[in-house]
């Protein structure tokens, strides 16, 4: 099972606290909870902004919309203005004189949430281009765990964490389904799919995405770790890699799915644990994980772009020819940007690409899907993220990519729906299964 | 007591106090807000070499945000190179630290720095023009905001007004200028120093330690600056 203990944790406890919240939103609990979030470093960042707008040019949901309210560092005036009433360097002396900034609202809380989440995807293209060097994408991330505690972030965001908790997967993905896909993959690849395997190297995980809607990426999988003989397992338990508590922004929630897959990494005593194709969940993993459960990992996370190339680097993965579309690469934020893995996927796109080609600011300043950070969980934000597409149609366009590759299933799923909504023909290929495809042919003998 | 001697006294160093003690409590009081140690396994530990790379890289823009901006991404090199120009190599401004400090540098020549002059009144009146209009930089802006540009613009015109045609001109072994108008330039000067600590002109501190810190964390998951 891939769901919680009979008997609640801590944790768990902790978690649906945070989603009770919605039921009585309180502007005072997001006060407080912004003032906490204000650590040294958030305060030197918020302190150094100079007003000069030009996170707004960086930031998608402004290029289309030209709403100033758009603007990256607008999101954050709520924090801005409870850490300035109660724990900025002259807010006594503010109080004092009888002129301390006015105590956040719920009304204006209620606006907020759709700055804060609807029009924000955690991108981190505006922390790129503040002259301030200002982490804005990672003090809204602190924004939105205020906004969480007190009952402002959006109903969908709550219902789908509620489920993640209940289920494990924040669409209700279980282990009967993927149970299913995996003997579909075994049958189609003629490979075993090992799972529960205690003392395998790789402990491999999965986004519900990837279990729902591209189920190929199991067997790709396999036939990449059969020719690189690699020993991995899949666990039944703590398989679900996204993680809805750091898209809405709440640590207990996040603390609490992520524990799910520590338990089955050290229950499996594995060496490391396969972030797949998700970018969130790469994030989630690799650098918030230790951070949320208050303890560094006994093994290694690694993602799969990361490995795929490592094993071509090292000839343990070898393909047979290539693919002749023009093919661009679509950077995941939280992969590529905030995660530091650049190179990597384009290396092993070029391995089975004939024809790889750039799209304009590709790489580090790339555009959003416009899905990312929990936006495309939330159904009240379909025509911003839609409206927000514009932006990546325009670099797709100007490189003129006949196919889209990416590493990130999310992506994925919105750059498809946003494709099929402006009527364009471009396939969207993953880049672990564009591997698997062109993957040198061995002698069919199963073996995991 | 006349204004000069006022202006060079006591204002100044009351003005000097402020400065000093409110930007060390601004400091200080960030500092003391603490941050937890980041547990997850680093890409890079060079954490000084990334505090320096941030500080430095955001000096010029990425290519990718240099076209189709705001007219401040450039108006801002404008009136920084300018007034630095101005501040730091004018003659009587270095004659005027020295008396205090004791310390002295090499002056620009003095044609340039009255060059400096266009630069950094164009630059701030543009960017002053953008903030009025823009409708981001309108929405973004407080009195703060006004306020700052008022104390920086004013030294600018007052020190013009100082070394204009129709008072003595300063001379090389830093004779005195005619006195009301050097008084009021350094009393627009003192409101600067006495306004720096407390609003956004602050950054001209905070802003190494917040290209500093956001410099450490992404060069930590070797992420890009
Ligand atoms: S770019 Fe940076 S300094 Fe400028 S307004 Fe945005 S956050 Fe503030
Ligand atoms: S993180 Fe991305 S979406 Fe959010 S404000 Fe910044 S640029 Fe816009």
Redesign the pocket.
């Known amino acids: 099972m891939n769901t919680p203990a009979t008997v609640p944790t801590a944790l768990e406890k902790r978690a649906r606290a945070v989603l009770a919240s919605a039921a009585a939103p309180d502007a005072r609990v997001a006060a407080q909870e912004f003032v906490a979030q204000v650590s040294r470093d958030a305060a030197f960042q918020l302190e150094?902004?100079?007003?000069?707008?030009?996170?707004?040019d960086a930031c998608h949901f402004y290029l289309v919309t030209r709403d100033p309210r758009y603007?990256?560092?607008y999101k954050l005036r709520p924090m801005l203005r409870a850490y300035q009433r109660e724990r900025a360097p002259f807010a006594a002396v503010k109080g004092w004189l009888g002129l301390p900034p006015a105590e956040v609202t719920a009304a204006e809380l209620a606006e907020w949430s759709e700055l804060v989440y609807d029009g924000c995807n955690l991108c981190g293209r505006?922390t790129l281009?503040?002259?301030?060097g200002?982490d804005?994408a990672g003090l809204v991330r602190r924004a939105r765990e205020g906004m969480s505690a007190a009952g402002f972030a959006p109903a969908d965001l709550y219902k789908a964490a509620e489920r993640a908790l209940d289920s494990g997967s924040p669409i209700g993905v279980g282990w009967p389904t993927l149970k299913r896909q995996i003997e579909i993959q075994e049958q189609e690849t003629g490979l075993d799919i090992p799972v529960d395997v205690e003392g395998a190297d790789y402990l491999v995980i999965l986004s519900s995405i990837e279990i729902a809607a591209f189920p190929e990426t199991i067997g790709a999988l396999a036939r990449i770790f059969r020719q690189a003989k690699l020993s991995w397992t899949l666990p039944s338990a703590g398989f679900e890699a996204t993680n809805i508590g750091v898209q809405i922004g709440s640590r207990d929630v996040a603390a609490a799915l992520l524990a799910r897959i520590v338990d089955a990494a050290e229950r499996l005593k594995v060496k490391y644990v396969i972030s797949p194709e998700c970018g969130h969940a790469y994030s989630a993993l690799r650098w918030e994980g230790p951070n949320l459960l208050g303890r560094p990992y006994p093994f290694k996370v690694v993602h799969i772009v990361e490995l795929l190339d490592q094993l071509a680097r090292e000839g343990r993965l070898r393909t047979r020819g290539k693919d002749g579309r023009r093919l661009a690469f679509h950077d995941p934020c939280q992969l590529v940007r905030r995660g530091g893995i650049t190179a990597a996927p384009r290396r092993v796109m070029r391995g089975v690409s004939e024809r790889p080609v750039d799209m304009p600011s590709s790489g580090e300043a790339n555009f959003c899907c416009g899905g990312g950070g929990g936006v495309s969980a939330i159904r009240r934000a379909e025509k911003l993220r839609f409206a927000a597409f514009e932006c990546k149609k325009q670099q797709v366009e100007t490189a003129g990519a006949e196919a889209l590759v990416t590493a990130c299933a999310n992506c994925r799923n919105v750059l498809e729906d946003a494709i099929d909504d402006y009527h364009m023909a471009l396939p969207v290929l993953g880049l672990t299964e564009l591997v698997a495809q062109y993957l040198e042919p061995v002698a069919a003998k199963a073996s995991p | 007591m006349d204004l000069l001697e006022f202006a060079r006294g006591p204002a100044l160093w009351f003005s000097l106090f402020v400065l000093v003690a409110g930007s060390a409590w601004r400091l200080i009081a960030i500092f003391r807000l603490g941050t937890k140690a980041d547990l997850a396994e680093p890409r890079s530990t060079r954490r000084l070499a990334g505090a320096l790379r941030g500080i430095f890289v955001r000096m010029i823009p990425r290519k990718e945000f240099r076209r189709g901006g705001k007219l401040g991404v450039y108006a801002g090199y404008f009136y920084h190179l300018g007034l630095a120009a101005i501040v730091f190599g004018y003659l009587p401004h270095i004659l005027f630290v020295e008396r205090l400090t004791g310390l002295a540098w090499p002056p620009l020549p003095e044609t340039l720095v009255y060059l400096a002059v266009g630069p950094a009144i164009i630059g701030l009146l543009m960017v002053l023009m953008e903030r009025l209009t823009d409708p981001v930089l309108h929405l973004?802006s407080g009195l703060d905001d006004y306020f700052s540009w008022f104390v920086v613009f004013l030294p600018l015109l007052t020190g013009m007004a100082a070394v204009s045609g129709s008072y003595p001109q300063p001379t090389l072994n830093g004779a005195p200028l005619y006195p009301l108008p050097l008084a009021i330039h350094l009393l627009s000067v003192e409101l600067l120093f006495l306004w720096l600590p407390f609003g956004k002109l602050a950054h001209a501190f905070l802003v190494f330690m917040s290209r500093g810190v956001t410099g450490v964390a992404l060069a930590r998951k070797g992420a890009a600056l």
């Not at chain 1, 281009?129 to 301030?132: G, L, N, Q, V």
């Open positions: 150094a902004c100079v007003r000069c707008g030009q996170c707004a603007t990256p560092v505006c281009a503040c002259p301030m200002i804005i | 973004l």
